[in-house]
């Protein structure tokens, strides 16, 4: 059997749940992430998170154009990559 794809892997029902996910405006242009902060958040990746979910959040925190250019990088849409080809 193929490896599925990391958009086959992330599809999920739809039917039923309507806009169940709102984005909210942000109005700020410039963030400061804080070293203690991304250390903890690092060392709870390890330990918590698949290598799809952390692919998958990489990607869609990216900008359309910072998809693209990564997309064009990975020989194509990077969805379309197995968890491994997207890793590598």
Do not use: C, W
């Not at 958009?7 to 909210?24: D, S």
């Amino acid at each position: 059997m193929a490896e599925r794809t990391m958009e086959e892997l992330l599809q999920a029902p739809t039917e039923g749940y309507g806009e169940a996910i709102v984005l909210p405006e942000i109005n700020a242009d410039h963030f400061e992430i804080k070293t203690n902060l991304l250390q903890l958040v690092q060392a709870t990746i390890l330990r918590s998170f698949t290598e799809l979910t952390q692919v998958d959040t990489f990607y869609n925190g990216l900008n359309e154009n910072e998809q693209d250019s990564l997309n064009a990088a990975a020989g194509g849409n990077l969805l379309s990559k197995t968890t491994r080809e997207a890793l590598t």
